[in-house]
C-alpha cells in the first residue's frame, strides 16, 4: 500500500521520492492513489491561496497567479504538456502524423494556444473560488475540500479513459498504466474523489458530472484521432478534468 502511494507521487509530481515500482502491473496498483495525490495536491494549493489572501494580505488575483505556479513547479507542468501535445496532433493529417507530432518536443501554436487559454481559465475560476476575505474555519475548510475534490477528480479522470482504449504506440511512458489497469483498480480509485464530492452537495454533483463530461470527450476524441490513449492522452484528461470541475464548481448557485 505505502508502496503505491509512493509510486503515485514519484510519477504526478517531482517531489523529491523514489519510485519504487518497476513492471505494469506495479504501476496500474499505483494508479488506485492517484486521486489520493490529486486530493493532498490540491487541498494545499487552495489552503496556500486561502493563506496569502486572508493572512498575507495579497490581491485574489496575486495570490492566485502564485498558487498556479506553484502547482506547475510541484507537477513539472505535467499534464499541460500533455494537454499542448494533444492540441498540435490536432494539426496532423492523419493517425501515424498526429502520433509522430505528439512526439517532437517542439510546441506549436496550437499547444501554445491550448496552454494560455487552460492557465488563463484556471486562474479565472479560482479567483471566483478563494473568498476575498478571511472566510474563519468554517469557510477555509469549505474551499480546500473543493480543492481537494477538483484535483482528485482530475486525476481519477484519466483512468476510465486509460481503462476503456487501448494504448495508440507501440511503447511509450503511459503504457505500462493501460495495460496494467484494471476495472478494480478505476473502481477503488474513484472512491476517493466520489466521497469528497458527496461531503460538497450540490456543488460536488456538478464538479463529478463535469470531470466525467471531460474523461468521456477527451477519450472519445483520442479514440477517433489516434486509436487509442498516450501519456499525453491522460495528461490532457486530467487537465481538463480539472478545469471543467472547477467549472462546475463556479457554475453552481
Do not use: N
Amino acid at each position: 500500500m505505502r508502496t503505491g502511494f509512493l509510486d503515485a507521487v514519484a510519477l504526478l509530481t517531482r517531489l523529491p521520492v523514489r519510485q519504487a515500482g518497476g513492471d505494469g502491473a506495479d504501476l496500474a496498483r499505483a494508479a488506485v492513489w492517484f486521486p489520493v495525490v490529486g486530493a493532498l495536491l490540491g487541498g494545499a494549493l487552495v489552503g496556500t491561496g486561502l493563506l496569502l489572501v486572508a493572512w498575507a494580505g495579497l490581491p485574489v488575483p496575486v495570490a492566485v497567479l502564485l498558487v498556479v505556479s506553484l502547482e506547475q513547479l510541484a507537477t513539472g507542468a505535467l499534464h499541460l504538456d500533455g494537454l499542448a501535445d494533444l492540441a498540435d496532433a490536432s494539426g496532423g493529417a492523419d493517425r501515424q502524423a498526429r502520433l509522430r507530432i505528439m512526439k517532437d518536443h517542439a510546441t506549436g501554436v496550437y499547444g501554445t494556444a491550448a496552454v494560455v487559454l487552460a492557465l488563463l481559465l484556471e486562474g479565472a475560476l479560482l479567483v471566483e473560488l478563494v473568498p476575498t476575505a478571511d472566510p474563519g474555519a468554517a469557510g477555509m475548510t469549505s474551499a480546500v475540500l473543493l480543492g481537494a475534490a477538483a484535483w482528485s477528480l482530475s486525476r481519477a479522470a484519466m483512468l476510465p479513459v486509460a481503462l476503456a482504449l487501448p494504448y495508440a504506440r507501440e511503447d511509450g511512458t503511459g503504457r505500462a498504466v493501460v495495460d496494467g489497469l484494471a476495472r478494480r483498480h478505476t473502481l477503488l480509485a474513484w472512491v476517493a474523489p466520489v466521497v469528497l464530492c458527496v461531503l460538497l452537495g450540490w456543488t460536488g454533483a456538478a464538479m463529478l458530472g463535469g470531470a466525467l463530461a471531460a474523461a468521456l470527450l477527451v477519450g472519445a476524441h483520442a479514440g477517433r484521432t489516434l486509436g487509442g490513449a498516450t501519456g499525453d492522452v491522460l495528461g490532457a484528461t486530467a487537465q481538463v478534468a480539472l478545469l471543467a470541475s472547477l467549472l462546475g464548481a463556479v457554475a453552481t448557485p
